[in-house]
């Protein structure tokens, strides 16, 4: 069995943001010599979320308008997970609804993807660094 182990850097200049992360994940893939087999790819980060959907400016803006339907950032007051300090209270919860992984099929040496599918960072709480790990397991 082959495996590879990457972990990408994101460092959003705004509190939220999502970021298209499908084309370094098949360079990965690529990179990976894998032809059959498995890719894992998962925020490290309890704030940031990795999902699949569509590559759609307005599906993206429904979303953010959604997130923050469920989950406001202000006031910061109303989250008890404020009360050590934090403003995040709200980015905790829009990644619990986001996700936190992706696993992909490789077939045949490329991501198995249904037609409109690709791989996305969200970010919920960002301007500081953040990683996501990518694992690629197969022959
Ligand atoms: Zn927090």
Redo the contacts with the bound molecule.
């Keep these: 069995m082959k495996s590879l182990t990457e972990y990408l850097q994101f460092h959003v200049d705004t509190r939220r943001a999502f970021v298209n992360i499908t084309g370094r994940v098949e360079d990965l893939v690529r990179e990976s010599g894998i032809r059959e087999g498995i890719c894992l790819v998962n925020a490290m980060h ?2 940031a979320s990795v999902f699949i959907n569509d590559d759609e400016s307005g599906l993206h803006a429904d979303y953010e308008d959604w997130l923050e339907q469920l989950a406001p950032h202000e006031p910061v007051s109303r989250y008890r ?2 009360r ?1 300090g ?1 403003d ?2 709200d ?2 919860l829009k990644r619990q609804v986001m996700g936190r992984e992706v696993v992909v099929a490789v077939t045949d040496g490329r991501l198995d993807f249904g037609t409109w599918e690709r791989i996305f960072y969200g970010e919920f ?1 960002g301007r500081r660094s953040k990683r996501v790990l990518v694992k690629i397991i197969g022959e």
């Design positions: 309890i704030t997970h404020n050590t934090e995040n209270g980015a905790h709480d």
